[in-house]
Nanobody, 119 residues
Framework: QVQLVETGGGLVQSGGSLRLSCAASGRTYSRPYMGWYRQAPGKEREFLGIISHSGTYLRYADSVKGRFTISSDGARKMVYLQMNNLKLEDTAVYYC????????????WGQGTQVTVSS
């Protein structure tokens, strides 16, 4: 089992930046791919990107390319989501999740962290 804890959410003005962190613990070797997702009120959960613990594999959703950057620190078992030029529509609960392969759905989820973008 893998445990995930997201931190770094909060209130930020439109155009601002925020960095989210995800700390992984437990059997992280069994879930070497870490993804970021978000869910806005009344909407379905949205995939943002995925990275391997080693950082050698990285893929983004088209909707966040150029504004969001995912990185990992395998030694510390941390994954990060740097969000720049935030927009009102980025307001959501952000989750990190762990998966066994780059294409399999994640089966371990964090509790989520709220990001609110104000005008």
């Amino acid at each position: 089992q893998v445990q995930l804890v997201e931190t770094g959410g909060g209130l930020v003005q439109s155009g601002g930046s925020l960095r989210l962190s995800c700390a992984a613990s437990g059997r992280t070797y069994s879930r070497p791919y870490m993804g970021w997702y978000r869910q806005a009120p009344g909407k379905e959960r949205e995939f943002l990107g995925i990275i391997s613990h080693s950082g050698t594999y990285l893929r983004y959703a088209d909707s966040v390319k150029g504004r969001f950057t995912i990185s990992s620190d395998g030694a510390r078992k941390m994954v990060y989501l740097q969000m720049n030029n935030l927009k009102l529509e980025d307001t959501a609960v952000y989750y990190c999740a762990a998966a066994t392969t780059r294409s399999s759905p994640p089966d371990s989820w964090g509790q989520g962290t709220q990001v609110t973008v104000s005008s």
